[in-house]
Structures are given as C-alpha cells and as structure tokens.
C-alpha cells in the first residue's frame, strides 16, 4: 500500500521556467491538498480539493494551478517560477466525508528555484 | 478562516523528562485536532488525534488534552527517548481543510 506518492523528490528550475509536481494516492480519498513548508512557517496551504472536479484555494494560491486529474490525482502547476517559491512542497489526502481522519502526506518534493 | 498558533518553537528536554507542546485556534466550529510527527527528510505522520467531544486522549507515552471553552490543546510526551527528536506540528481541522501551526522542533538530549 503506497499511501501518498509524490514525484518528483527534488527539482532545481531557473527563473521563469515552469513544472508541474504530480501527486496520487492510493486510499480512495476524496479530499486532496497542497501545502507548502517554509522554515519557521509551518505547512501553509496551497489548494485543496474536497472532490474530483473541484479545486479551492487556499492560504497561498497566487503563482500556482492545480488540477484535479481523477479521484487519484491532484497536480500542482508553477506556471513561472520564482524564487519566493523555494521551498519544500506535500501533497494529502484523507476523507472528511468519516468524520475528518487524519490527512495522509507523501514524502514532498524540495523546489529550488534560482 | 482558522488561526492555529503553537509554542514553544523549539524545545530541548533531558531523556526520561516529560516535554508539553501546547497550541489554541480560534475557529469555534473546528472539532478535530490531529497531531504530527516530522522527522528530517520526511513528510508528517500522524501520531494522536482528538475530537472536539473528548477532553483527553492517551497512548502510551503520548497524551493529547483538548480545552474547548479556551480553544486550547496541548500534546504531552512522557519518559522522552531521544527517537522522539523531531519537528511536532498541531492542526486544526472543521470542514475538512487542515490548518497547522508553525511547528515545534523538539531534542530529546541523552
């Protein structure tokens, strides 16, 4: 059972090039999220999807895109890089439809952008 | 939206000591309180969880209380081991989205 799986692990993008952080899980989940994590910041959300087919933001949408592929994934899109966006990011799933269980996170993906 | 705030940011504690991790929200409607583990490298894991009609929960070393009227919470580690040296984050959670605090990097000194 792979849980929550995030690729890639690591990325270096230059400014102003774009990419997409791909993220499934395996859970049958209907709630899936984005978050971001700075030092000192905590884990800030990014978007949030509650079902296939919708997307929210969140605390912290601007610069980025997501889609809600399938019930399985959920893809985080920087369309221009910036600095501001180095940073470790998570993928999450879980079902709030049972009561609010605990969110799943994959390893995350570590951004630098220069 | 919610407001998730937690102290101390870091904490050192002797092995064997007790170590508390205390965090308040400010969403009233919020009724699921889960905390994480973090360690270097990796993603959160969750370690205990409390709902808002509990006060207290326990498993083994490690408690969570939840204070409802103050909008308070606190995680409890008994009998440290310096494997429980990591980062500790709170949430808070109402309406499915999951809002966290800033984290606690928590040494376990041997």
């Known amino acids: 059972n792979a849980g929550v799986t995030q690729t890639p692990k690591f990325q270096v993008l230059k400014t102003g090039q774009s990419m997409t952080l791909q993220c499934a899980q395996d859970m049958n989940h209907n709630s899936m999220y984005w978050y971001r994590q700075d030092p000192g910041m905590g884990l800030r959300l990014i978007y949030y999807s509650a079902s296939e087919g919708t997307t929210d933001k969140g605390e912290v949408p601007n610069g980025y895109n997501v889609s809600r592929l399938n019930k399985r994934e959920f893809s985080l899109r920087l369309e221009s890089a910036a600095p501001s966006q180095t940073s470790v990011y998570f993928c999450a799933s879980s079902s709030p439809s049972r009561g609010n269980t605990e969110a799943f996170f994959g390893q995350g993906t570590r951004l630098t952008v220069v | 939206g919610e407001n998730v705030e937690q102290h101390p940011s870091t904490l050192s504690v002797q092995e064997g000591d007790s170590a508390v991790i205390k965090c308040t929200y400010s969403?009233?409607?919020?009724?699921?309180f889960p905390w994480y583990k973090q360690e270097l490298g990796k993603g959160p894991q969750l370690i205990i969880d409390i709902r808002s009609n509990v006060g207290e929960k326990k498993d083994q070393r490690i408690a969570v209380t939840l204070n409802k009227t103050a909008k308070h919470f606190s995680l409890h580690i008994t009998e440290t081991q310096p494997e429980d040296s990591a980062v500790y984050f709170c949430a808070a959670s109402g309406w499915g989205q999951f809002y966290f605090g800033t984290g606690t990097s928590l040494t376990v000194i041997p």
């Open positions: 969403d009233s409607a919020s009724n699921y």
